[in-house]
Nanobody, 125 residues
Framework: QVQLVESGGGLMQAGGSLRLSCAAS????????MGWFRQAPGKEREFVAT????????YYADSVKGRFTISRDNAKNTVYLEMNSLKPEDTAVYYC??????????????????WGQGTQVTVSS
């Protein structure tokens, strides 16, 4: 079992930056591919970014590429999402997720095994 707890969300003006964190329980964090997803009101959950176990490979949704950066610190059991140049359309609840089934970047939410409770990010224009 892995428990995930996100933090760092909040209200930000367009053009600003936020850093989300996701702390994982357990001693096997480094064996999981990690991902960030988001869900805006009235919309389906969508993939944002993913990072492999050792952090060597990352993959981003086109909508955030060049603005968001995913990283991880396996010694701290934490994955991060650095969000820059925020836009109102980035407003959503952001979730981190862990996948123990793959060693490659995973973009489909159905391939993740564990999910956090989410943290709200609101970007005003």
């Amino acid at each position: 079992q892995v428990q995930l707890v996100e933090s760092g969300g909040g209200l930000m003006q367009a053009g600003g930056s936020l850093r989300l964190s996701c702390a994982a329980s357990g001693r096997t964090f480094s064996s999981y591919v990690m991902g960030w997803f988001r869900q805006a009101p009235g919309k389906e959950r969508e993939f944002v970014a993913t990072i492999t176990r050792g952090g060597g490979r990352t993959y981003y949704a086109d909508s955030v590429k060049g603005r968001f950066t995913i990283s991880r610190d396996n010694a701290k059991n934490t994955v991060y999402l650095e969000m820059n140049s925020l836009k109102p359309e980035d407003t959503a609840v952001y979730y981190c997720a862990a996948s123990g089934r793959y060693s490659i970047p995973v973009t489909s939410g159905g391939h993740y095994d564990y999910w956090g409770q989410g943290t709200q990010v609101t970007v005003s224009s």
